[in-house]
């Protein structure tokens, strides 16, 4: 009875002006609720459909390993695109030397004058790789992705080549492709083919063997020499506004025009490249130049063909490892200026592929030999000036063109050299390495220590930079955050020789050093402020020195990290929040009185009405 009452009275409730407004109010909320939820899951339905079909679920298998590869901070995946066949998009899928630098998505070849000691920025029409076209597909599924610690580009692709859905009815193609990081001359591609089908498989080869003319700048011809067959071809660059040209030979070992795998069984190849150019010369010299050339190149294929492929993997894969011995890695981000750890391994991969590496030239002398160690050991005055993280233009989200990244490279160059780190990037790319992890957190050498002088109001983020070098061993700095979020500073010291002595303290420097040691906890330390502001960390083989330093600062002040960020940020005025009150109570003192007066004031309507 009670119910029925209530609703009998409803048409009188409905009668009141503002009841109606609440009703169309909510009657509003429920209609964009349902339209944003609907948007809502019709995206993340189209991110979490994955393709199907058998080429599909081949991939998935193919490519299984690669996710804790990405997520361990050793591979790249990279775009679609990148892993297409020379097809135009903002894909980008490199392998890089200093000298050479593979597109390997566009299939293109950029290489550096002899001589200049810049990157490889003349753009070739040599078609650098072999592409393999498969002949009866019914479908394809394709995949990218850059080992960052082995310096190589590496592609799946899975060719359905029946129409039953199991993954046996596809024909696995795996790619990898490298630029030699020891041997500049040297690029190779490794083709793998595993068909597990009951049908042979065919692929048709498209090769600079398969036009004697090369984008009318390049010549082919079949060469032979210590009963083995290459490619030998030549070619010349233009130079924009100038007259002179380059001139480059590559010579490339030989593969048929098409391929058969039989039924149950595999097919591999390794293909090898080697490329050599000259310096900017006149037309005069074309001829002797180009003998010259086709003579080196004919001498270094002869020698790789003879040595074991997997050991020219194994030499290049120890030397890209080696250079990711130091890095960047980001834990947690707190905001959005912060680059990830996608951004960072990018930038840090694409940038190294463009720079040479002095250090691995057999060729070089002793005394530039220790000068360079000796910088890449103790980088003094590297880097000066506020830390890099937060400048975007240095480490961009959005890498679309080989243009770009040359362009980023010379840009990382020429900031490294006027904070200081001349020395660095001299050394070639392992300096180079060293000053982008230095500048990322503000690291900087000065004569007697190294210092930590990031800006304390950015100390939100988590990261960790690894790999330091000081004298000939490595430390490891990590910016870490603790339950309740306040940043705290972890040390670890990995010694390469004999062990030294290494002492660390913190902001100030009123404590007594610690002595760092190699114990896999490490050593932590409080993010100390000082007023005025000075490094937040400091690491020295000098006691002495660091027991003196808390004499010669001359501080005013020393806050703990929480402290100095209440005082940065102390928030809005006592009197404000007081005047905010005081408008939210007499607001609803107002609302109040008029609900009060429209049903029980003088004249109320009741609010429930019931025929009689």
Not at 241 to 257: F, R
């Amino acid at each position: 009875m009670w119910l029925q009452q209530r609703l009998k009275g409803l048409p009188g409730l409905l009668s009141s002006s503002w009841a109606r407004r609440l009703l169309l109010l909510l009657a509003l909320l429920l209609v964009a609720y349902w339209y944003l939820g609907a948007a809502r899951a019709r995206r993340g339905t189209g991110r979490g459909n994955e393709p199907r079909g058998a080429a599909a679920l081949c991939l998935q298998a193919a490519t299984g390993a690669w996710r804790a590869q990405a997520e361990r901070g050793d591979a790249l995946p990279l775009p679609e695109e990148a892993a297409g066949e020379g097809e135009p998009g903002p894909g980008l899928a490199l392998a890089g030397n200093g000298f050479l630098l593979l597109d390997v998505a566009a299939g293109r070849l950029w290489v550096s004058a002899a001589g200049s000691g810049g990157g490889p920025a003349l753009a070739t029409e040599y078609p650098a790789l072999v592409r393999l076209r498969a002949l009866g597909g019914r479908g394809e599924a394709r995949a990218a992705l850059a080992a960052l610690r082995d310096g190589a580009v590496r592609r799946v692709r899975c060719v359905q080549s029946g129409a039953g859905p199991g993954g046996g009815d596809c024909v696995t193609l795996r790619e990898e492709v490298v630029a030699h990081r020891s041997r500049p001359h040297l690029y190779l591609q490794r083709i793998r083919i595993a068909n597990p089908t009951e049908r042979v498989a065919a692929f048709e080869a498209s090769a600079p063997a398969s036009a004697p003319s090369l984008g009318g700048r390049f010549a082919t011809s079949l060469e032979k020499a210590e009963e083995r067959q290459f490619l030998l071809s030549s070619g010349r660059l233009l130079l924009p506004g100038s007259t002179k040209v380059v001139l480059m030979v590559v010579a490339a070992k030989k593969l048929v025009s098409r391929v058969q795998v039989a039924p149950k069984s595999h097919f591999d190849e390794t293909l090898l490249s080697v490329v050599y150019t000259s310096e900017p010369i006149e037309a005069s010299r074309l001829e002797e130049t180009f003998s010259k050339l086709r003579e080196a190149a004919k001498k270094e294929i002869l020698e790789v063909m003879q040595m074991g492929v997997e050991d020219l993997f194994q030499e290049h894969q120890q030397t890209w490892s080696d250079l990711f011995i130091s890095g960047v890695e980001m834990r947690k981000i707190t905001d959005a200026h912060t680059p990830s750890s996608e951004t960072v391994n990018m930038t840090l991969y694409y940038v190294l592929s463009t720079m040479p590496a002095p250090l691995l030239d057999p060729l070089i002398s002793g005394e530039e030999r220790e000068k360079m160690e000796a910088s890449l050991n103790y980088a003094d005055h590297c880097f000066s000036g506020h830390a890099t993280m937060h400048a975007e233009n240095l480490w961009p989200a959005k890498l679309t063109s080989v243009t770009q990244i040359l362009q980023l490279s010379d840009l990382w160059k020429l900031t490294l050299q006027k904070r200081g780190c001349k020395g660095l990037v001299a050394a070639g790319v392992h300096g180079l390495m060293q000053g982008m992890v230095l500048s990322f957190g503000g690291l900087q050498f000065t004569e007697n220590h190294l210092q930590f002088q990031a800006d304390p109001d950015v100390l939100h983020n988590s990261y960790s930079l690894r790999g330091i070098h000081y004298n000939k061993d490595l430390i490891n700095l990590a910016v870490l955050l603790d339950a309740e979020g306040k940043p705290f500073l972890h040390v670890s010291v990995k010694f390469q020789d004999k062990p030294v002595k290494l002492y660390a303290c913190e902001a100030g420097c009123m404590n007594e050093p610690v002595e760092l040691t190699s114990e896999a906890r490490g050593h932590t330390f409080p993010v100390m402020v000082t007023q005025p502001i000075t490094p937040l960390l400091y690491i020295s083989t000098d006691l002495i020195h660091l027991q003196d330093l808390r004499h010669t600062l001359h501080l005013k002040a020393i806050l703990a990290h929480e402290e100095h960020m209440a005082k940065q940020y102390p928030g809005l005025p006592f009197l404000f929040w007081f005047s905010v009150a005081s408008l939210i109570t007499l607001f609803h003192l107002f609302l109040f009185k008029l609900i009060y007066n429209e049903y029980c004031g003088p004249g109320a309507k009741p609010l429930f009405r019931s025929k009689v």
